[in-house]
Structure formats: structure tokens, C-alpha cells
């Protein structure tokens, strides 16, 4: 199976920050990365696809980047709403994976 | 409107066989894959499976042991999950998950079922 390493796995940041999050595949997915926020108590929302492509309604503030085994989701000037965990998940190869999340907590 | 609309919360015994559902509208059910993904208490989300309602091609992520199977009914635009003999480490939230069709595999999920919590004890 390809493993999935998020890092960090928790970061405190503001509201205003830029904050970054990587993910690097235990070998090489081409761009077939998505990124998930999924909120306490709720179903997790679908944010990226395609490594860098937003879903439909997701705010411009969201950005993902990278190809191969290395992948980042920035958000830039955090907003309140955005504390949550973020997935990433690979597409490329069976059986799909997810990584072990990140938690954006409020500094 | 895509909709996924999942089936409600279950609580069962160990060894006990459960099946739950996800049905799909606003789209075309058998053109979409549907996937399942596990969440147990507080941790992150697992992969469990994928199916092409289309075709029935179903692909499982071999963690699971052969103990669920995925299934889906185009007639009534529903998949299914199933368990054989539940164990408590099954407890879990479930949810599905729509994928748009790839020309090798599905490509991202986009829309989620609202989630169905499975109880074991």
C-alpha cells in the first residue's frame, strides 16, 4: 500500500495566518492527491482534487501544490472557520490512502 | 441537487450481520463510482472500498479481510455495505462517497453521505 505522512500532525496558527501543510506519498502518485477538511462531529468536505484543483465553493484562499510523492495545501489569511483537520488521500493506486490528518488549532 | 442520503444509525452484537445503505439522486447513479470510508472514535478516515455501480467492478482494500462486501442496486440508485459477523473493532462512523469516473480508475471523491454511526457491543 502507498503511505501517506502528514505533516506536522497538529499546528496552532491565527486568524490572518498562512498556514502549510505537507503530505508526501511513499512513492509516486502523479497528481492524483485530494485534500479533505473534516470539522468535529461533521462529514468531511471535499477542498481539492487533482493536487491543486478546487472543488466547486471552496474559497480561493485554499491552494494545493506538487506531483510525484511531495504535496502541500496552504491556506492563506486563516479564517475562523478554518480550524479543522485536513486529509490528504491519494487516487493513483489501490487501495486509495489517507493520510494520519493535520489539526489546525487556534493559537 | 447531488444527494447522498445514507441509511441510520445501527447498534448490533458482535457476530451480529448489518448492511447499510447510501442512496444516491440528482445524478447518474450508475456512472459515478461509490466508495465507503471508516472513521473509528477520534481516529482519521480509512479507505474501504470502491464500486462502479455501472459494472458491479468493485475493488477492496485488502486490510479488511474479505469480512465486508459492497454491493449496489441501479434500480433504486443505492449501494450497499456489508458486514458478516461484526466484530467490536467495527465500530465506526461510515461514510460513502461519490468518485467521477477516470479512464483507468475513479478520480476524486467529491459529494459524502451524511455518515452512518455502527455501534458494536
Known sequence: ?107 | EVQLVQSGAEVKKPGDSLTISCKGSGYSFSTYWIAWVRQMPDKGLQWMGVIYPGDADTKYNPSLGGRVTIASANSITTAFLQFSSLTTSDTAVYYCVRHKSGVLHPLAGDFWGQGTLVTVS
Open chain 1, 1 to 107: 500500500d502507498i503511505q501517506m505522512t502528514q505533516s506536522p500532525s497538529s499546528l496552532s496558527a491565527s486568524v490572518g495566518d498562512r498556514v502549510t501543510i505537507t503530505c508526501r506519498a511513499s512513492q509516486g502518485i502523479n497528481y492524483y492527491l485530494a485534500w479533505f477538511q473534516q470539522k468535529p462531529g461533521k462529514v468531511p468536505k471535499s477542498l481539492i482534487y487533482g493536487a491543486s484543483s478546487l472543488h466547486s465553493g471552496v474559497p480561493s484562499r485554499f491552494s494545493g501544490s506538487g506531483s510525484g510523492t511531495d504535496f502541500t495545501l496552504t491556506i492563506n489569511s486563516l479564517q475562523p472557520e478554518d480550524f479543522a483537520t485536513y486529509y490528504c488521500q491519494q487516487y493513483n493506486t489501490y487501495p486509495f490512502t489517507f493520510g494520519g490528518g493535520t489539526r489546525v488549532e487556534m493559537k
